[in-house]
């Protein structure tokens, strides 16, 4: 990229020779600056449930046809996004759905090159949005809606102008006084440069960029490319300060705007994450960049592996953000109807914002049933834990227990062909009878003993609230660094704060392995052993009893190796004593165990 050609003076835009490559890396968008120090203006309130509305980039990123007939991310222009605006009042406002977000290009032309006003702040590209960005928000506001931007994180390189370009209502300030002298890159995209915080000037630049998009009307910002995440690491990408110093511009404002950073950011500065912004991405983008809007092997499954390391975290405050519900438009979606459902069913769940990319002027009949069903949409806006997966495998059952003493589970077939799907209540910690609501279809199914079991097809789902009657399912605890037990490999007794007796059993790997010596039942038969670990990711394990052939079974992350969560697992078990092994194999890396719990018959 190249150095703008020049500065007119006033409000005149430069005029950029340099283009940035329209190639679509992981979150293709653009991304735009950031600031940090303290904050004493009146500021956002916290994010009190996940947002709800539509984005852009789904259809700009697309290649289905027609939708971007002038290029590559042609879509987006003032009179697409009015459109949508104008749909949204009609079909979902009242349901909840009010946010109009118009992401990256709206200052860039059909060749991708950017503008920028006389202090190198983004300006709105004429011919995509000739009547600029305040009278959008303007109709979007009237339509009782509110409007989103957005930026990358960084100055964008075309901005700098040689580091001459003033910085607005500062005395002094340029471009070449808010960025670190040797013009370091930064985000996603290395397409800007880091600015560095530390000198008085760049909290200045983000506050200009914060007051422009308050004094338009702005009621939500995207920044993007952040890092660490965004497939980068290092002191260049660690964008933590750009996010401090967006908060504090934000809030100088005094205009409430929701702040939401992208793309698959990393789980270890959540604390980061979550105390200066909104919301936030947890993974790569939904997008397949074809034919369609998204398929379900691109990376619309991956939030089913994903997703998990970040369940605890989300809540009143700020959500996990899973990236765009494109599940509205039938055939441009590019997924089955099962896989649609089970895609709205994943997000309401895990209580992501539910934003759709879709055509809301071509919503089909299913898709529209889809976004609208009131009673799936209570489940991801009340103030309600986010559920997580209490199974493994192929065949999944997810679930969490809600204020009123309800549980809200959901079972997948992640599976390429149909299977049945069991939900077994000891594995939420209760037994007996339970009343169950089908969401998706409006149907009470009477009372299910123990367990409910679903045939679903391929990628298919069913969404419930169970009620329990019964008591809670007695269990017998097993400690995994229990003396009686047996470690080899390079397995080992550590301690956790999270996990049952401060304690666990880590070191399973390459061979390592834990058995579990005396686990007695009064009947034999298989028993759902609820397993308590803790895993930074995805691992998977061999577990046997009395030395039978092992099953594989692939945990989830609980969310850090010091963050306990559980899973259930099938063991066939004989009356009396049994040996129960979690095995590492070979070459393997498996979860740490804090301990398991057995369920009691009697």
């Given amino acids: 990229m190249l150095s703008p050609s020049g500065i007119a003076a006033g409000a005149v835009a430069l005029t950029v020779a340099a283009s940035l490559s329209t190639a679509a890396p992981a979150d293709a968008r653009a991304t735009a600056p950031a600031t940090a120090p303290s904050v004493t203006a009146p500021q956002a309130a916290p994010a009190q449930k996940p947002y709800m509305g539509w984005s852009s980039w789904s259809m700009q990123s697309s290649k289905y046809p027609g939708l971007n007939p002038s290029g590559d991310y042609s879509y987006l222009t003032e009179a697409n996004v009015l459109k949508q605006a104008d749909a949204m009042a009609a079909r979902l406002k009242a349901y909840g759905y009010e946010y109009v977000n118009i992401d990256a290009g709206w200052w860039r032309g059909w060749d991708w090159k950017p503008r920028f006003d006389a202090y190198g702040r983004q300006k709105a590209d004429p011919e995509r949005f000739p009547r600029g960005m305040k009278a959008v928000a303007d109709h979007i506001h009237a339509k009782g809606l509110k409007a989103g931007i957005y930026l990358p994180v960084g100055l964008e390189k075309e901005a700098y102008g040689e580091g001459k370009v003033p910085v607005f209502n500062t005395a002094g300030c340029t471009t070449g006084d808010i960025v670190y002298g040797d013009l370091r890159t930064t985000n996603g995209w290395d397409s800007s440069y880091k600015i560095d915080f530390s000198r008085p000037c760049a909290q200045k630049y983000v506050d200009s960029q914060a007051q422009l998009f308050a004094d338009w009307g702005y009621d939500f910002l995207k920044v993007d490319g952040v890092g660490p995440g965004s497939f980068k690491s290092g002191d260049a990408y660690d964008n933590r300060t750009d ?156 679930g969490a227990k809600n204020p009123d003493g309800t549980y809200t589970v959901a079972l997948f077939n992640l599976g390429d062909s149909p299977a049945a799907v069991t939900a077994n209540w000891s594995s939420f910690g209760f037994r007996g009878q339970a009343s169950v609501r089908d969401l998706w279809n409006h149907e009470g199914l009477g009372r299910h003993r123990d367990s409910i079991t679903q045939a679903l097809p391929a990628h298919g789902s069913r969404l419930f609230t169970i009620t329990p009657h019964g008591g809670a399912q007695p269990m017998t605890a097993y400690e995994a660094e229990a003396p009686a037990n047996t470690l080899s490999g390079n397995a080992s007794v550590g301690g956790c704060d999270e996990c049952s007796g401060a304690r666990k059993v880590g070191g399973l790997y390459l061979g390592g392995a834990l058995r579990f010596n005396d686990i007695v039942v009064d009947t034999a038969g298989t028993y759902l052993l609820n397993v308590a670990y803790t895993s930074g990711d995805p691992r998977s394990v061999k577990v046997s009893a009395n030395g039978k052939p092992a099953a594989t079974w692939d945990f989830p992350s609980s969310g850090g190796w010091g963050a306990a969560a559980a899973i259930s697992v099938p063991v066939t078990l004989k009356a009396g004593s049994n040996t129960v092994t979690f095995d590492s194999g070979p070459s393997g890396y498996s979860p740490d165990i804090d301990k398991i719990d057995v369920p009691r018959r009697s």
């Fill in 243 to 398: 996010i401090a110093a967006w908060k504090q511009a934000l809030a100088a404002t005094g205009r409430p705007i929701h702040l939401e950073i992208s793309w698959s950011l990393d789980v270890n500065y959540i604390a980061d994450w979550k105390k200066h912004s909104n919301g936030w991405r947890i993974d790569t983008d939904v997008e397949c960049y074809c034919n369609t809007l998204v398929t379900w092997d691109n990376s619309v499954e991956d939030r089913w592996r994903d997703t998990p390391a970040w369940t605890r975290h989300g809540g009143p405050g700020g959500f996990n953000d899973l990236d765009s519900l494109d599940v509205g438009n039938g055939v441009m979606d590019g997924l089955t109807k099962a896989e649609r459902q089970s895609y709205m069913t994943l997000w309401t769940i895990s209580k992501s914002p539910l934003y759709t990319g879709d055509d809301l002027t071509r919503l089909d009949d299913y898709g529209l049933s889809l976004l609208t069903n009131r009673e799936v949409l209570k489940v991801n806006q009340q103030a309600s834990p986010a559920a997580r997966p209490v199974t493994a495998g192929e065949q999944q059952v997810w």
